[in-house]
C-alpha cells in the first residue's frame, strides 16, 4: 500500500466512485479510494419498489427549467441556496453521464427519457431503473473507475482524519481484519461514506451500512440540519422499503401479543378508513408530522403497538377487514388506481403478483416467501436530510476536506424522492472540480497514534444495543423532548470516556471499536440538533414533537441547525443565488480559463 496520495476518496457507492472517476478524467490522478468494504453500503444494498433518480425533466411537452428545479429543492425549507441551485444546474450533466456509462434508465424509441411525479415534486421528474438504481449506478461507476485503474484501498476503517487545524494532513486507517494501524498522507479528503447508519435500532439501512460522520465531528467540522431524517414502515428481518406497491395492493396490518393472540389493529382504530389509508402509504411513504390525521397516523399506530411489546407485520395472505364488501368500499383514488392496474381481485399476494412480481422475487431472493408467511415491521430511520455542512463546491471549513453525498448536509426538511441519488452526482462532481482547480504543495507525513483500547471482555455490542435502543424510543419521529435530554447526557459521558469505557476482546476488535465511538460522536450531534429544533420549531417535517401537532400557520423554513460537537444553534440559510447569465460575459469568461490553463 502507498503511504502518500494527492487525493483520497472514503466509501464506494455512487458518490465516492463518482468522485473518483471525475478526478481522473480532470486530470487528478494520484488518488485512492479507501473502504472498510468493498461490496458493502447503502448504494450497492439498498433500494426500494420503485427506487427514484430525480433529475430535470427531458420528455414531454410541460416545460421545466433549472431555476425551476432549483426553487422545488430550495422550497423544501433548511436548504441553502447554492445547493439548491448547484443541483438542479448539474442534473442533466450527471444524469446522462450515467446514461453513458450504461445504467439502463428507460427511454421511448425517440430519446426521451420518460418520467413521473415523486413526492415533493411538481413535475414529472422522477425516473427509475426498477428497485436496484443505485445498485446500477454504483457498478457502472466502479466499472469505470477499474478501467482506469484507479486504485482501491479494501478492508481499512479511517477511524482519524489528520490535519493541521487549517487543513488536511492525512488519515489514520485501521485494518478491519488485524486492527492493524496505517497513516496515509494526503492533501484532499471526499467523504463520500453515506448516511450515519449506525445510531439507531429501528433502521433500514442495510446491514452493511455503518457510517463515519463521526469522523468530521472528531475533526471539528460542523453539521447541518441533523435533526432532519426520513422514517417509514419497512420490514425488519430484512431491512426493506415498504413504500409503493406493497400498500397499494392493500396488506393486512396484523398486531401479535406475547400470547400470540393477532388483532387487526388498524381496523379497530380507524375502520373503513383505514383502507384507504393503507393505499396512501405507497405514495406517501415518509412519515410526515402534516399528515398525522391522514396516511402518517399509520406510522403512529404501528408504532404505538410496538411500545406495547407486540410484534407487527403485514400479511399478503388474505384480505384486510372492511374489504369482504367488495372493492367499492375503497377511496376513488385506490380503487380506480387498482382498476386501471387490472388488480381488482384476489387477496393482496394475488393483486401484488399481477402488478409488480418483482417485489415478490426480492423478498424470496432473501428466504422470505410473501405467500405463506408474514412480514415483520417498524417504523424505521432510512434517510439523514441532514449531514456535514459544505460549501458551494462541497468544502467542509477545514481546507481539503469535502463531503458528497448523504453524508453531506444539502437535503434540508423535505426533499423531492429521488434527489439524494442526484445529488451524489452532482456533489462528489462539484468537490472533483474544485480539488482539480487548486494548486498542489504536498506536506511532509502525518504522526498519528491510535488510542489504547482496553482488553478483556468485549463490551461493544451491549453498548452499542443499548444507545441504539434507546435512540429508537425516544429520538426517532415521535420524539420525546424530556427523553432526550436524559440520552444526550448519558452520551456525552461515553464520548468524553470512551477510551475508559470500551473493552476489546482481541485486537481485531478495534475496527469495531471506532465504528461505536463514530455512533456516540454522532448521537450526541443528532440529539443536540433535535433538542435545539424541539425548542425552536416544535413538530416539523418528521419531527413528532412530545405528541404536538405543526403549527399550519408556520412560516416556511429559513434557518437550518449548525451543530459542532454536541452544541447546536439555528442559523439562516443563505438565499437563491442570482448569478450572471448573460452569454458574450461567460463565453469571454471561459476563454480567460482556457488561456490560463493552457498559457
Request: include cysteine; glycine fraction near 10%.
Amino acid at each position: 500500500m502507498k503511504t502518500t496520495y494527492h487525493t483520497l476518496i472514503i466509501g464506494t457507492g455512487c458518490a465516492g466512485f463518482n468522485a473518483a472517476d471525475k478526478l481522473f478524467d480532470l486530470g487528478v490522478t494520484d488518488i485512492a479510494i479507501v473502504t472498510e468494504g468493498r461490496f458493502m453500503g447503502t448504494s450497492r444494498n439498498t433500494g426500494s419498489d420503485k427506487q427514484t433518480y430525480y433529475k430535470l425533466s427531458l420528455c414531454g411537452s410541460d416545460g421545466d427549467s433549472v431555476r425551476e428545479m432549483a426553487d422545488t429543492l430550495y422550497a423544501g425549507g433548511g436548504v441553502m441556496g447554492e445547493h439548491a441551485l448547484c443541483e438542479a444546474a448539474y442534473s442533466a450533466r450527471c444524469f446522462l453521464r450515467l446514461v453513458e456509462l450504461g445504467v439502463p434508465f428507460p427511454t421511448n424509441e425517440y430519446g426521451e427519457y420518460a418520467g413521473y411525479k415523486t413526492d415533493h415534486d411538481p413535475r414529472t421528474r422522477a425516473t427509475s431503473c426498477g428497485p436496484l438504481t443505485s445498485k446500477y449506478m454504483t457498478e457502472a461507476l466502479e466499472a469505470s473507475c477499474l478501467r482506469k485503474g484507479i486504485e482501491i484501498i479494501d478492508l481499512q476503517r479511517v477511524v482519524k482524519l489528520l490535519h493541521d487545524g487549517e487543513a488536511i494532513t492525512g488519515v489514520a486507517c485501521v485494518s478491519t481484519v488485524t486492527g492493524e494501524c496505517t497513516v496515509i498522507s494526503c492533501q484532499n479528503v471526499i467523504l463520500c461514506t453515506g448516511g450515519p447508519a449506525g445510531i439507531y435500532r429501528n433502521t433500514v439501512y442495510p446491514e452493511s451500512q455503518h457510517g463515519a460522520t463521526g469522523l468530521a465531528i472528531d475533526a471539528g467540522v460542523s453539521l447541518s440540519n441533523m435533526e432532519e431524517w426520513q422514517y417509514g414502515l419497512a420490514s425488519t428481518k430484512f431491512r426493506w422499503n415498504l413504500s409503493g406497491t406493497y400498500q397499494q395492493v392493500l396488506p393486512r396490518y396484523i398486531s401479535v401479543d406475547a400470547d400470540g393472540n393477532e388483532r387487526e389493529f388498524l381496523y379497530d382504530a380507524l375502520g373503513d378508513a383505514s383502507l384507504g389509508l393503507i393505499f396512501l402509504k405507497g405514495y406517501q411513504w415518509p412519515f410526515d408530522t402534516r399528515k398525522v390525521e391522514g396516511s402518517s397516523k399509520v406510522d403512529l399506530l404501528v408504532a404505538a403497538e410496538i411500545k406495547k411489546g407486540n410484534r407487527v407485520y403485514l400479511d399478503y395472505t388474505s384480505n384486510p377487514r372492511g374489504l369482504e364488501r367488495g372493492f367499492s368500499v375503497l377511496p376513488a383514488e385506490a380503487y380506480d388506481y387498482l382498476d386501471r392496474s387490472k388488480a381488482l381481485f384476489g387477496t393482496p399476494i394475488e393483486r401484488l403478483a399481477k402488478m409488480n412480481m418483482g417485489a415478490i422475487e426480492l423478498y424470496a431472493d432473501h428466504g422470505i416467501d410473501l405467500r405463506t408467511e408474514k412480514l415483520e415491521i417498524a417504523v424505521c430511520a432510512q434517510h439523514c436530510n441532514g449531514g456535514v455542512t459544505v460549501d458551494g463546491g462541497w468544502q467542509t471549513e477545514l481546507c481539503g476536506l469535502y463531503c458528497a453525498g448523504e453524508a453531506a448536509g444539502t437535503f434540508g426538511v423535505y426533499r423531492p424522492g429521488g434527489s439524494a441519488l442526484n445529488s451524489t452526482q452532482v456533489g462528489s462532481l462539484r468537490a472533483a472540480e474544485h480539488i482539480a482547480r487548486k494548486a498542489s504543495k504536498q506536506g511532509e507525513m502525518p504522526a498519528y497514534t491510535l488510542p489504547a483500547i482496553r482488553r478483556g471482555v468485549s463490551n461493544i455490542a451491549d453498548l452499542r444495543d443499548r444507545f441504539q435502543t434507546e435512540m429508537s424510543r425516544v429520538a426517532d419521529f415521535d420524539r420525546d423532548t424530556e427523553g432526550m435530554t436524559a440520552l444526550l447526557f448519558e452520551v456525552t459521558a461515553l464520548c468524553e470516556r470512551f477510551f475508559d469505557t470500551v473493552e476489546i476482546a482481541h485486537e481485531s476488535e478495534t475496527a469495531e471499536a471506532f465504528r461505536l465511538y463514530d455512533m456516540a460522536l454522532t448521537q450526541r450531534a443528532v440529539l443536540s440538533a433535535m433538542l435545539c429544533s424541539a425548542e425552536a420549531l416544535g413538530s416539523h417535517g418528521s419531527a413528532f414533537v412530545d405528541k404536538r401537532p405543526p403549527d399550519p400557520a408556520a412560516p416556511p423554513r429559513d434557518t437550518r441547525t449548525v451543530t459542532v460537537g454536541g452544541v447546536s444553534d439555528m442559523k439562516p440559510v443563505s438565499p437563491m443565488p442570482d448569478p450572471e447569465l448573460w452569454f458574450e460575459t461567460l463565453l469571454a469568461r471561459k476563454k480567460r480559463e482556457m488561456e490560463h490553463k493552457n498559457p
